[in-house]
């Protein structure tokens, strides 16, 4: 139960940790680096490509260890939070990123701020999933 519980943590600690770096670091950077409207594009594109099954298989994951170890941790808590991390990141998936790929030059940045306040979103969700699966765990709650 203790290595499901782990795994789980350690799971949904790298999920919040790497969209915190990708919002907070990479994003800011890239849109200083690039100066062309359309290099950015096609980079921020570049690092988006193939993500969208690692994903989903992260958020399987987080719900399978979740169920398993539910006599550690707050099953009904963590459920609504990756089930809502889940739809937001369909939107972004299956229907942002479609539209963003067609979007005119005028269009981006709308699309950028609705993919920033869909991402903080996802990373507030995992952040408050890996503090209530931690302090459940460890006995805090």
Known sequence: MALLVTVHLALVAVWAGAMGYS????????ARFFTDDDQLEEFLM???????WRVVALLAALILTAV???????????LPL????AAIFANVS??????????LPAERP?????????????????????LTGLATSTGLL
Not at 23 to 30: E, G, T
């Open 110 to 130: 709308a699309f950028r701020r609705s993919l920033r306040r869909q991402a903080w979103a996802m990373t507030v969700l995992a952040g408050a999933a890996f």
């Open 68 to 78: 398993a170890a539910h006599d550690r941790l707050p099953v009904l808590v963590l």
């Open 23 to 30: 919002l907070l670091v990479v994003q800011p950077k890239a």
């Open 46 to 52: 570049t690092l988006a490509h193939g993500n969208r």
């Open 94 to 103: 299956w229907r942002h990123w479609p539209a963003r790929v067609f979007a």
């Open 82 to 85: 990756y089930l809502c991390a």
